[in-house]
Nanobody, 124 residues
Framework: QVQLVESGGGLVQAGDSLRLSCAASGRTFGYYGMGWFRQAPGKEREFVAAISRSGGYTYYADSVKGRFTISRENAKNTVSLQMNSLKPEDSAVYYC?????????????????WGQGTQVTVSS
């Protein structure tokens, strides 16, 4: 497994931007597909975005497509989520996750390592 630590959350207003980062431990970061998920109070954890091992393929939930961008720097063991045009409904705890398998990148069960989460709150 890989250890993951998220950062960059905070309180912003609707329409603002925020950039989340996830730092991974170990020297095999490039072996992992990476994803971002979020969970709001009383709701299930939902898929936000994912990126392939090389960064050549990206996947997005329809709710964030065109507003969020996932990227990774394998040399720095980091994956980021740039969030633009934020909406109150984007408020949630955001989790970074890593997978060593080739399952569906939008399913939480495809991932075997998770960070502790970072809170994002968007006020209207």
């Amino acid at each position: 497994q890989v250890q993951l630590v998220e950062s960059g959350g905070g309180l912003v207003q609707a329409g603002d931007s925020l950039r989340l980062s996830c730092a991974a431990s170990g020297r095999t970061f490039g072996y992992y597909g990476m994803g971002w998920f979020r969970q709001a109070p009383g709701k299930e954890r939902e898929f936000v975005a994912a990126i392939s091992r090389s960064g050549g393929y990206t996947y997005y939930a329809d709710s964030v497509k065109g507003r969020f961008t996932i990227s990774r720097e394998n040399a720095k063991n980091t994956v980021s989520l740039q969030m633009n045009s934020l909406k109150p409904e984007d408020s949630a705890v955001y989790y970074c996750a890593a997978t060593g398998s080739y399952g569906d990148p939008s399913r939480p069960h495809s991932y075997d390592s998770w960070g502790q989460g970072t809170q994002v709150t968007v006020s209207s």
